[in-house]
Nanobody, 116 residues
Framework: QVQLVESGGGLVQAGGSLRLSCAAS????????MGWYRQAPGKQRELVAS???????TYADPVKGRFTISRDNAKNTVALQMNSLKPDDTAVYYC??????????WGKGTLVTVSS
């Protein structure tokens, strides 16, 4: 099993920055892609950004140019640097890890609230 724990969420004003971190533990040998999803009230969970073990990144259109995902394979961590935050970024952010067999693991989430 793989356990994921997020940290770094909080309340920030529009235009501000936050850095989210996710620590993975357990049977991590088969993990390929790690990423961040978010879910706002009444909306479906959506992909924010992802990164492969080799460092290939993918970003959702609304966060391109503002968010940066990074990964430290040695420390088994993934981070999301969020700059120029907007009220529309308000959501619970979930860390995700996907194995080579496409099995998904999820953290419990961390709340990001952006005030106007």
């Amino acid at each position: 099993q793989v356990q994921l724990v997020e940290s770094g969420g909080g309340l920030v004003q529009a235009g501000g920055s936050l850095r989210l971190s996710c620590a993975a533990s357990g049977s991590i040998f088969g993990i390929n892609v790690m990423g961040w999803y978010r879910q706002a009230p009444g909306k479906q969970r959506e992909l924010v950004a992802s990164i492969t073990r080799g460092g290939t990144t993918t970003y959702a259109d609304p966060v391109k140019g503002r968010f940066t995902i990074s990964r430290d394979n040695a420390k088994n961590t993934v981070a999301l640097q969020m700059n120029s935050l907007k009220p529309d970024d308000t959501a619970v952010y979930y860390c995700n890890a996907r194995s080579y067999q496409f099995m998904d693991y999820w953290g419990k989430g961390t709340l990001v609230t952006v005030s106007s």
